[in-house]
């Protein structure tokens, strides 16, 4: 997955223009975006953000677009009015849903959408919509496969209590503690995808209220998508409802179960990212599947290495070379295959785990006996070589048994051959 931040100020006159005029003169009837409203007992502000974002729409982004209301059982009169909006201004239509929930509105209108880009924003407009067309052309150009707005990356202009600024920067410090999430801004209301993403992730997505985008994003980010970040103008809402706690407890539930999932490997993420066509390039002569492993082995490895040689330097004067080389050696490994195993190789949960470590310990016996055999040979060489020279000298051994030891442990994780 990469990542991509662009400027949230970006005038719709930049070189990409031409390819949105053309696309949007290739469109004819059908929208070309879908923007989603999901309201809740709105009537208050509804008519303004309608004719405010149908107005920009015409005025400043051209290119065709629709506003879909998305009524979440509103008790008020919500509904009265979105009808009404829909009858007089052109290019509004309204969906009613008989429960509440933000996802379950999203998931409802993308599904069934004819656009080629989902767009999602609240209705008060908290966004500046000079960050619309940002968020949308590297998706209408084929750039990216979803964009968000982000409130917390560089650039962004934000205005709001330190209570709001304190829980989401600590929410999206535990998605990036708890799941590993790279993006910066999970519940910015500001975010669109491609439809053909979309029909592939949203059967994957469970919560139907606000932890919807943030399990959608991480589903997205773990297929290997690319997920693009505008930094964004954003004003905090003084009259919003939303129940902060009942959201975080449901958001932290929402995590635990998205976490287990995805460390059981219960989910299809190999399948969205062949039927997305995101599997990596095929490479004469290299087996599918080994040029994304190499690269995350190699990052293990690095780590490894490091963590091996302040281990050594460290016990070296308490235990000797050999023995403080076995000692790390026998830590990191452990590590290694325990890393190589869920990270490299694709390979979750408790099945098998015994035995891959078990393994694992083969290939690290292999690794020991390299490693001391280099050291009773520095030993016979220049016996009085300082312990500086004997790590130089191991950490080129180690390199050495690197190639075997990738070899080893794809033969170890074969039943993942293909992964990426």
Same mark, same amino acid.
């Given at each position: 997955m990469t990542t991509e &931040?662009?400027?949230? =100020?970006?005038?719709?006159?930049?070189?990409?223009?031409?390819?949105?005029?053309?696309i949007s003169a290739s469109a004819g009837t059908t929208p070309v975006l879908d923007i989603v409203i999901p309201v809740y007992n709105e009537a208050h502000t509804l008519a303004n953000c309608v004719e405010t974002l149908r107005q920009y729409l015409d005025s400043a982004l051209r290119i065709p677009a629709?506003?879909?209301?998305?009524?979440? $059982?509103?008790?008020? @009169?919500?509904?009265?009015? +979105?009808?009404?909006? +829909?009858?007089?201004i052109a290019g509004v239509r309204v969906v009613h849903l008989d429960a509440k929930g933000r996802g379950r509105a999203l998931r409802r209108v993308w599904a069934e959408s004819d656009a080629r880009v989902l767009v999602y924003m609240d209705v008060d407009l908290s966004t500046d919509l000079k960050a619309l067309y940002p968020l949308v052309a590297p998706l209408l150009s084929g750039h990216s496969d979803l964009a968000i707005g982000t409130r917390l990356g560089r650039g962004a202009n934000v205005v709001r209590g330190p209570k709001r600024e304190f829980i989401s920067r600590g929410y999206n410090l535990l998605l990036h503690t708890a799941l590993r999430a790279r993006f910066s801004d999970a519940q910015c209301g500001f975010k669109a995808v491609r439809t053909d993403v979309a029909r592939q992730l949203l059967p994957l997505v469970e919560d139907g209220e606000w932890f919807f985008d943030t399990e959608l994003?991480?589903?997205? @980010?773990?297929?290997?998508?690319? /997920?693009? @970040?505008?930094?964004? #103008?954003?004003?905090?809402?003084?009259?919003?409802?939303?129940?902060?706690?009942?959201?975080?407890?449901? #958001?932290?539930?929402?995590?635990?179960?998205?976490?287990?999932?995805? %460390?059981?490997?219960? *989910?299809?993420?190999?399948?969205?990212?062949? %039927?997305?066509?995101?599997? @990596?390039?095929? *490479?004469?002569?290299?087996?599918?599947?080994?040029?994304?492993?190499?690269?995350?082995?190699?990052? &293990?490895? /690095? +780590?490894?290495? +490091?963590?091996?040689?302040?281990?050594?330097?460290?016990?070296?004067?308490?235990?000797?070379?050999?023995? %403080? !080389?076995?000692? $790390? *050696?026998?830590?990191?490994?452990?590590? !290694?295959?325990? $890393? !190589? =195993?869920?990270?490299?190789f694709g390979v979750t949960g408790r099945e098998g785990a015994a035995r891959h470590h078990a393994q694992g310990l083969v290939v690290f016996l292999a690794t020991w006996a390299l490693t001391a055999g280099s050291l009773a040979a520095l030993a016979h060489v220049a016996p009085h070589a300082s312990r500086e020279v004997q790590l130089a000298v191991l950490v080129v %051994? !180690?390199?050495?048994?690197?190639?075997?030891?990738? *070899?080893?442990?794809?033969? &170890?994780?074969?039943?993942?051959?293909?992964?990426?």
């Open positions: &931040i662009a400027s949230g =100020r970006t005038a719709p006159d930049d070189p990409e223009r031409a390819a949105m005029d053309a629709r506003i879909t209301i998305a009524d979440n $059982a509103s008790t008020d @009169e919500t509904l009265r009015v +979105a009808h009404a909006l +829909a009858g007089a994003l991480v589903l997205a @980010e773990r297929a290997g998508l690319r /997920i693009h @970040e505008v930094p964004v #103008d954003w004003t905090d809402d003084p009259d919003s409802r939303v129940d902060i706690v009942d959201t975080v407890k449901k #958001d932290l539930r929402g995590v635990v179960r998205v976490g287990r999932a995805l %460390a059981r490997g219960a *989910l299809p993420l190999d399948d969205v990212r062949r %039927a997305l066509g995101r599997e @990596e390039p095929h *490479l004469d002569g290299v087996p599918r599947g080994m040029i994304g492993q190499l690269a995350r082995f190699a990052m &293990i490895g /690095i +780590a490894s290495t +490091a963590a091996y040689a302040l281990l050594y330097l460290l016990l070296h004067p308490v235990i000797g070379a050999q023995a %403080a !080389n076995f000692t $790390a *050696l026998l830590i990191t490994a452990v590590f !290694n295959v325990a $890393a !190589n =195993r869920s990270f490299t %051994a !180690n390199l050495v048994a690197t190639v075997t030891r990738f *070899l080893g442990m794809r033969l &170890i994780f074969r039943t993942t051959e293909g992964a990426s």
